[in-house]
């Protein structure tokens, strides 16, 4: 199972901001989360989108990626505060308010699902039903 991940740097808003789109792509499925955040009002969800679909590019050129896309999914995807730029800005009597103009750090990390053989899913669906799985005689 490989991770894959990929960093945007200085992108002019808060993490706060990058935060709530990130929150709803959070262990969704790579094809899911591109149509989640390609019809996002958001301005940042576009730059999440680049890159989340740079962190796509970057498990394909892994060594030991499976080949299919389908089965990757957004395992971690969080916003950390960057530099901010301090700007003054006039305010009434002579005085100066300050003005933070905050950026943030993206990443974005892709990780493989891993396949469930048929015995797992038989076992699993089981599970759920609350029955049990005999195994297969064996002619000796």
């Known amino acids: 199972m490989s991770t894959s991940s990929a960093t945007t740097k200085y992108l002019r808003t808060s993490a706060q901001k990058a935060g709530l789109v990130l929150d709803q792509i959070r262990g969704r499925d790579v094809a899911h ?3 989640t955040l390609k019809f996002s009002r958001k301005m940042i969800a576009r730059d999440i989108e680049k890159a989340l679909r740079s962190a796509v590019a970057n498990a394909q050129q892994a060594p030991g990626f499976g080949g299919d896309v389908d089965t990757l999914y957004v395992a971690a995807c969080f916003a950390n ?6 700007r003054i800005r006039p305010a009434p009597m002579g005085r100066a308010f300050r003005v933070v103009k905050r950026m943030a750090h993206i990443t974005v990390q892709v990780a493989e699902r891993p396949s469930k053989s048929k015995a797992s899913a038989a076992a699993a669906r089981a599970r ?3 029955k049990t799985v005999t195994a297969p005689a064996s002619a000796s």
């Open 128 to 130: 759920r039903t609350g």
């Open 81 to 86: 505060q960057g530099p901010s730029m301090k």
């Open 33 to 35: 989360a591109l149509a």
